[in-house]
């Protein structure tokens, strides 16, 4: 599939990453892992390839470092982890440290200017994009959207990486660009899909409401359980834009006989970055229904149908405060009914 951020062929069908999935990040007999401390800087100023197109990621985070220190973005006594926070694509949970392929690793880095940002894309084969990032979360975070949202900034190649997480059924993948849509890396053990899973099972609604969708997690993960209609939605424009980008990623697991229908490019949308009245941007039909929407949750119900049989999960930035979230939860349920879940 064309990417909507460099338009190559970087992203692909969910079969294509979760077959791969066994040996990826595996190495091949020569390849040769050599452990560097990263509370330290880099001893030797080296790093090995290996001819089969691996490498240890050590070796890679040495050529970064070699790199920055080079385009004077890191000095030599600086430890190995000011580099920045490596994002292997696409991202599962590992038991041991991966062995890169080429293009499998999206860089965040605080400290990294432009130009070396380009230098690395074109020298280090493992990274495909580089971004810079700041001590935020990129994105609408707030209930009201009355902060302005911020992004982190793509410096050089493509920042669309995948994501694969794990239902009873079979896994499932969600892509993001990474500059716009914060990190959800799974483990694994992801207690959120479990436990919104379990409630999805528990309560089998005839309509599943994805209140805040981000990148579309739950909601697909309602979709490949058999939901028979499924609502995502976000205010936040990238978050809206992969959800429905994700549904056509995964559609192969869900009861649909047509692709997505966009009713918006990703570059339109980004014209709106927040919206307040919920705007459908695509949708996607067959014997399961799915309705992507970009706006503030709260002013769903205006336009939904009413379900008595409808669970709807608000996965917000801002819970953990245990009245907030009840006012929430009232609120929704004075006007929408059916089930309410706060993961
Ligand atoms: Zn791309
Ligand atoms: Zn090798």
Same mark, same amino acid.
């Given at each position: 599939?064309?990417?909507?951020?460099?338009?190559?062929?970087?992203?692909?069908?969910?079969?294509?990453?979760?077959?791969?999935?066994?040996?990826?990040?595996?190495?091949?007999?020569?390849?040769?892992?050599?452990?560097?401390?990263?509370?330290?800087?880099?001893?030797?100023?080296? !790093?090995?390839t290996?001819?089969?197109?691996?490498?240890?990621?050590?070796?890679?985070?040495?050529?970064?470092y070699?790199?920055?220190?080079?385009?004077?973005?890191?000095?030599?006594?600086?430890?190995?982890?000011?580099?920045? !926070?490596?994002?292997?694509?696409?991202?599962?949970?590992?038991?041991?440290?991966?062995?890169?392929?080429?293009?499998?690793?999206?860089?965040?880095?605080?400290?990294?200017?432009?130009g070396t940002?380009?230098?690395?894309?074109?020298?280090?084969?493992?990274?495909r994009?580089?971004?810079?990032?700041?001590?935020?979360?990129p994105?609408?975070?707030?209930?009201?959207?009355?902060?302005?949202?911020?992004? !982190?900034?793509? &410096?050089?190649?493509?920042?669309?990486?995948?994501?694969?997480?794990?239902?009873?059924?079979?896994?499932?993948?969600? !892509?993001?660009?990474q500059?716009?849509?914060?990190?959800?890396?799974?483990?694994?053990?992801?207690?959120?899909?479990?436990?919104?899973?379990?409630?999805?099972?528990?309560?089998?609604?005839?309509?599943?409401?994805?209140?805040d969708?981000?990148?579309?997690?739950?909601?697909?993960?309602?979709?490949?359980?058999?939901?028979?209609?499924?609502i995502?939605?976000?205010?936040?424009?990238?978050?809206?834009?992969?959800?429905?980008?994700?549904?056509?990623?995964?559609?192969e697991?869900?009861?649909?006989?047509?692709d997505v229908?966009?009713f918006?490019?990703?570059?339109?949308?980004?014209?709106?970055?927040?919206?307040?009245?919920? &705007?459908?941007?695509?949708?996607?039909?067959?014997?399961?229904?799915?309705?992507v929407?970009?706006?503030?949750?709260?002013?769903?119900?205006?336009?939904?149908?009413?379900?008595?049989?409808?669970?709807?999960?608000?996965?917000?930035?801002e819970?953990?405060?245990?009245?907030f979230?009840?006012?929430?939860r009232?609120e929704?349920?004075?006007?929408?009914?059916g089930?309410?879940?706060?993961?």
């Amino acid at each position: 599939m064309k990417c909507p951020v460099c338009g190559n062929d970087c992203v692909k069908d969910a079969h294509e990453l979760i077959e791969r999935m066994p040996d990826i990040f595996a190495p091949c007999p020569r390849c040769k892992s050599r452990t560097l401390d990263k509370g330290a800087p880099l001893q030797e100023f080296y !790093y090995a390839t290996c001819d089969c197109g691996k490498r240890f990621i050590d070796e890679v985070f040495a050529q970064l470092y070699i790199t920055m220190v080079e385009e004077g973005d890191l000095v030599p006594t600086d430890p190995l982890k000011k580099v920045g !926070y490596p994002l292997i694509h696409p991202g599962f949970a590992l038991t041991t440290a991966p062995f890169l392929p080429k293009n499998s690793l999206v860089l965040l880095s605080p400290n990294i200017s432009p130009g070396t940002a380009w230098r690395i894309v074109h020298e280090v084969p493992e990274v495909r994009g580089v971004v810079k990032c700041g001590h935020f979360i990129p994105g609408a975070t707030d209930l009201d959207l009355t902060v302005p949202p911020r992004t !982190y900034e793509l &410096l050089a190649g493509c920042d669309v990486r995948a994501d694969i997480f794990y239902t009873p059924t079979h896994p499932f993948v969600v !892509y993001k660009q990474q500059s716009k849509i914060h990190i959800e890396f799974p483990r694994g053990y992801d207690p959120k899909i479990i436990g919104v899973g379990a409630c999805i099972r528990r309560k089998m609604p005839r309509m599943f409401i994805d209140a805040d969708c981000g990148a579309g997690t739950l909601g697909i993960l309602a979709g490949m359980l058999g939901v028979p209609h499924v609502i995502l939605n976000d205010a936040w424009y990238a978050a809206s834009f992969w959800a429905a980008y994700n549904l056509q990623i995964n559609r192969e697991y869900l009861l649909v006989k047509d692709d997505v229908h966009f009713f918006q490019k990703y570059e339109d949308m980004e014209r709106h970055p927040v919206v307040r009245d919920p &705007l459908k941007i695509a949708e996607m039909k067959g014997d399961q229904i799915f309705d992507v929407y970009q706006g503030d949750f709260r002013m769903l119900p205006t336009i939904l149908p009413k379900e008595k049989e409808m669970l709807t999960v608000l996965d917000l930035f801002e819970k953990g405060d245990p009245v907030f979230n009840e006012r929430i939860r009232t609120e929704w349920k004075a006007q929408m009914g059916g089930d309410v879940f706060i993961p």
